[in-house]
């Protein structure tokens, strides 16, 4: 099991970058496949991105492809989402969440969640 922490959670003006992190526990973060997912109020939660363990390969949902960047360091055991141009309809909480398996793009095939990071984009 891991548990994860995220942080770089902020306001930001439309136009605007942010770096989100998630910190993993434990020795086994490299056997995790680690996806990054989004909830407004009122909203289900949404999937943004994934990577896979070792080789890295990168999925992202199409709202976001081109402004997003999911990376991995395992020898740091951390996660990142690099998010460029800003939009207002990007605000919401945003979550890391890990799998022990293949990636995934549905929140419920995660087993490992950590507890949020608000991030507001202002217009």
């Known amino acids: 099991q891991v548990q994860l922490v995220e942080s770089g959670g902020s306001v930001v003006q439309a136009g605007g970058s942010l770096t989100l992190s998630c910190a993993a526990s434990g020795r086994t973060f490299s056997s995790y496949s680690m996806g990054w997912f989004r909830q407004s109020p009122g909203k289900e939660r949404e999937f943004v991105a994934t990577i896979s363990t070792r080789r890295g390969t990168r999925y992202y949902a199409d709202s976001v492809k081109g402004r997003f960047t999911i990376s991995r360091d395992n020898a740091k055991n951390t996660a990142s989402l690099q998010m460029n141009s800003l939009k207002p309809e990007d605000t919401a909480v945003y979550y890391c969440?890990?799998?022990?398996?293949?990636?995934?793009?549905?929140?419920?095939?995660?087993?490992?969640w950590g507890q949020g990071t608000q991030v507001t984009v202002s217009s």
């Open positions: 969440a890990a799998r022990r398996s293949t990636t995934s793009r549905t929140p419920a095939a995660y087993t490992n």
